[in-house]
């Protein structure tokens, strides 16, 4: 089967460091991807891993645990902006089809 | 340029209306997707073209029917809608589909549609 899990929501402080989880269960993998949602807009790319290990990308981290079924988005110096929700996308080996979580509302306060 | 159109940005039909939704992307990206997102749900698919042929269909029922005219273009008629299927539609675009490589998906700002 297929299944991707993620907090519904989380809350962090303006400047802080936030951590968001995700594990996956797929029938094959190939690749991970992280996007940002605005409410009411579209999702934007923020990162991609296929290798186990740290992907960093400004503010943005990502890691990724192919044996684990895991991977984390890190956000460091939290803005207000960043306020959004952040998917995590797996794309199927089997099927080629990206399979999106139900998403991680972030909220960040002054 | 990293874009992806979609027209119309909003959307009020009824349920015995015909329209269309477009998306254009000048990306020279292969693979166009349409996925349709309720509020608080992540996207959920519907369609995907690969060298505008259409790859998947997740048993999308008949009043949606997708077209790809050309590399660059994408539509999806609509026709004898129900209110169930207000959502926002969004288009995509990636490089390519399939066992051509993993690539990540550039989204449209979608076409927010009331069905009354």
């Known amino acids: 089967g297929q299944n991707i899990d993620q907090p519904t929501e989380m809350t962090a402080t303006e400047g802080a460091i936030v951590q968001i989880n995700c594990t996956y269960q797929?029938?094959?993998?190939?690749?991970l991807f992280w996007y940002q949602q605005h409410a009411g807009e579209a999702p934007t790319f923020l990162s991609y891993?296929?290798?186990?290990g740290l992907e960093e990308k400004g503010r943005f981290s990502s890691f990724l645990s192919r044996s684990k079924g895991y991977s984390y988005l890190l956000l460091k110096e939290l803005q207000m902006k960043d306020s959004a929700s952040y998917l995590c996308?797996?794309?199927?080996?089997?099927?080629?089809?990206?399979?999106f979580g139900t998403g991680t509302r972030l909220k960040v306060l002054a | 340029d990293t874009e992806v159109t979609q027209t119309p940005k909003h959307l009020v039909m009824g349920m015995t209306n015909k329209k269309s939704l477009k998306c254009e992307q000048h990306?020279?990206?292969?693979?166009m997707y349409w996925y349709k997102q309720k509020a608080k749900k992540p996207p959920e698919l519907m369609f995907v073209?690969?060298?505008?042929?259409l790859s998947i269909n997740e048993s999308v029922p008949s009043r949606f029917s997708p077209e790809c005219p050309n590399s660059s273009l994408l539509n999806l008629h609509l026709h004898a809608l129900q209110p169930e299927d207000s959502a926002l539609y969004l288009c995509?675009?990636?490089?390519?589909w399939g066992a051509g490589g993993t690539y990540e998906q550039y989204f449209g700002p979608g076409t927010r549609l009331t069905v009354t």
């Open positions: 996308a797996v794309r199927d080996s089997g099927t080629y089809k990206y399979i």
């Open positions: 990306m020279g990206h292969r693979a």
């Open positions: 891993n296929v290798l186990d």
């Open positions: 073209y690969s060298y505008e042929k």
């Open positions: 995509a675009s990636s490089q390519v």
């Open positions: 797929t029938s094959g993998f190939n690749g």
